[in-house]
């Protein structure tokens, strides 16, 4: 593998590369957790429209963004290798650029969490540290094929609901929130397990013991999905039990789909993966619209 990319000095060629850097494709999952978490609160959103784009922005572009810049950095090698044409191996962001974006943007997200509220500022601590320990070693948690989609699916799901209910409310939020919120995030373990079928020939070059490395495709796609299934329906009975009875009845419907995908994903989960992300993927992140709409009607906070 050519390292010229970390001996060049020269300034970035193409600003466009950047972009390509923090992937905005990632931004959508924290950024939808975040609204879920204020639609969740039961607070008027009207007024507090300012602060609620700001935390979006916060969640998606920022914090998340530069957590693909602080992992494209430190899996430069391993991209070498699953993706070579990504920016920082094929040398358009040259030199320490890459490293110089993901401290940079370490910085404003902290900046940012701070202005928009006590609880924000305490997440993004979090959501900041979890971005490097899962990146960066000696401790890089993605080796792991359990911690590392855990912590992933904590900063995408759980850690933006709770912190949008808390910007809304500017306490610690509801516990029926926070619930909501830790299964939520629990189940996104299993859709981090199936974003890693992708990079599978390059984590078994590099040490990254992968779920998918570590049991096999097959075994690795029924874990994740039983860890999809059973938090939401769990979901259900707690919305079920709250009184939310349509809620419950709406996120039911979208379990039994994802049912279905999931007998299509299992067939074979390295050729259905990607389908099983537009389409399985989706009807999840829909039931957690559904949830959210359900904790505002009975008044969550």
Same mark, same amino acid.
């Given at each position: 593998?050519? +390292? ?5 000095n ?52 920022? +914090?998340?963004? !530069? ?5 494209? /950095? ?20 040259p030199g ?53 989609p855990?912590? +992933? ?14 910007? !809304? ?6 516990l ?59 979901? +259900?009975?707690?919305?079920?039990? /709250? ?20 007998r ?18 989706? !009807? ?18």
């Amino acid at each position: 593998m050519s +390292v010229n990319y970390i001996k060049q000095n020269r300034s970035i060629s193409n600003p466009l590369a950047v972009l390509e850097l923090i992937k905005p494709i990632t931004w959508f999952p924290p950024m939808w957790a975040y609204t879920c978490g204020v639609i969740s609160s039961g607070i008027d959103i009207t007024p507090n429209l300012g602060l609620i784009i700001l935390g979006i922005a916060l969640a998606g572009p920022i +914090v998340c963004g !530069m957590s693909q810049a602080a992992n494209d /950095w430190c899996d430069r090698h391993v991209d070498a290798i699953n993706q070579p044409d990504r920016p920082i191996p094929s040398g358009r962001i040259p030199g320490l650029w890459g490293l110089w974006i993901a401290i940079s943007m370490s910085a404003l997200a902290l900046v940012i969490g701070w202005q928009i509220g006590v609880w924000a500022f305490y997440a993004t601590i979090i959501g900041v540290t979890a971005a490097w320990a899962y990146s960066c070693e000696p401790i890089r948690l993605k080796k792991s094929g359990w911690w590392g989609p855990g912590i +992933v699916a904590l900063c995408y799901e759980g850690l933006p609901w709770f912190t949008g209910a808390a910007v !809304m409310t500017q306490t610690f939020p509801n516990l029926n929130i926070v619930l909501i919120a830790a299964l939520y995030a629990i189940g996104a373990h299993g859709i981090m397990t199936l974003n890693d079928f992708k990079a599978l020939k390059g984590d078994r070059q590099t040490g990254i013991n992968s779920l998918p490395v570590k049991f096999g495709p097959h075994k690795a796609a029924k874990i994740a999905c039983w860890v999809m299934i059973a938090p939401q329906v769990l979901v +259900v009975m707690l919305m079920a039990n /709250w009184g939310a009875f349509a809620n419950a009845l709406v996120i039911s419907c979208l379990l039994i789909g994802q049912f279905v995908a999931m007998r299509k994903l299992l067939k074979d989960p390295l050729k259905f993966a990607p389908w099983y992300n537009a389409t399985g993927v989706l !009807m999840f992140v829909l039931g957690m619209m559904v949830c959210a709409f359900g904790l505002r009607n009975l008044g969550a906070f």
